[in-house]
């Protein structure tokens, strides 16, 4: 075969190459994002609890801590964390101090765990506070673990 006798230039073979190949990156690109932002409700009540704290909103950040906004109501029903014990523990004198920053750092959810364990820094200090949140009802406590993240590739595959 010489070159006068090569094949017809077909650009409809081109258009469904095209198609495919920016298909198969969009279906990728929403998988990352949908991975990437399984957490999401998790890390905002975390988000909610600490911008309740930073704004030494206590009474508002127990609250978000049991995601009920009506616990002066019911106090009984909270007799295992009571409020004074929430605030010995994340008011002014507790382990975090004041809460002047935070960042919501990364969530990890352990394998067949009801929870996300969420990485917080407070005050850009080198230890993080941990959370863990209930999936089912978004309700706060102390996590049990803590999660090791901070580097790109970590926020990348998370």
């Known amino acids: 075969m010489t070159l006068l006798d090569s094949q017809q230039y077909d650009p409809t073979r081109d258009r ?20 990437h932002f399984r957490h999401y409700p998790e890390r905002k ?28 109501q019911h106090p009984e029903k909270y007799s295992q964390y009571q ?25 990890l959810s352990p394998g067949g765990g009801s929870g996300v364990i969420v990485q917080v820094t407070v005050n850009s ?11 089912a009802n978004r309700t706060l406590s102390f996590s049990p673990t803590e999660v090791q993240c901070g580097n790109w590739w970590t926020w990348v595959t998370e």
């Open 45 to 72: 009540v975390a988000g909610q609890f600490f911008a309740q704290l930073q704004h030494q909103n206590y009474e508002s950040a127990y609250a978000v801590w049991f995601q009920d906004p009506q616990w002066r």
């Open 83 to 107: 409020y004074n014990d929430f605030y010995r523990d994340w008011g002014p004198g507790g382990e975090w101090g004041l809460v002047k920053s935070y960042a919501v750092d990364c969530s």
């Open 16 to 35: 469904r190459r095209t198609r495919i190949i920016v298909t198969l990156l969009v279906v990728l690109a929403a998988a990352w994002l949908i991975y």
């Open 125 to 135: 200090r080198i230890e993080h506070a941990y959370v863990w949140v209930e999936k």
